[in-house]
């Protein structure tokens, strides 16, 4: 399962780099959401750790503490920053005034996110095993 939900992690980056593209921010940051809520349930399920059944999973992430690799670790505080921020946002209308924190949220977050999971020799140990 961990394995499947990090494919569908990239499919929605690659959605929200599209999007934003596009100049849909709202949908940018949607499919950023998506893609960062995918990328921690699969840690977490890598880690056999049942999460929680809503977007915001931030908050589960302290229970790969000991767990998981310290390099990852060592980032939980800001993945779960993320993650809340992002749920927050899913969603709400974008304004003029937003669209520098959505590009920011929609693509850079995503995309350090997902290269946090895939960045090569430095995989969650359980995910490589899938």
Not at 73 to 80: D, M
Request: hydrophobic fraction near 40%.
């Amino acid at each position: 399962m961990a394995k499947d939900y990090i494919k569908r992690a990239e499919r929605c980056l690659l959605e929200s780099e599209s999007a934003f593209s596009d100049g849909d921010y709202p949908m940018a940051v949607r499919r950023a959401q998506e893609c960062v809520e995918l990328s921690l349930k699969a840690a977490l399920r890598a880690f056999a750790i049942e999460y929680p059944k809503r977007h915001d999973v931030g908050d589960a992430l302290n229970l790969l503490k000991g767990k998981a690799p310290a390099w990852f670790s060592s980032r939980i505080p800001h993945l779960s920053a993320v993650s809340s921020d992002l749920a927050r946002k899913r969603g709400q209308p974008c304004t003029a005034t937003s669209r520098n924190s959505n590009r920011h949220l929609s693509y850079s977050a995503a995309k350090t996110l997902k290269t946090l999971l895939l960045r090569r020799g430095k995989r969650l140990p359980s995910v490589d095993a899938l």
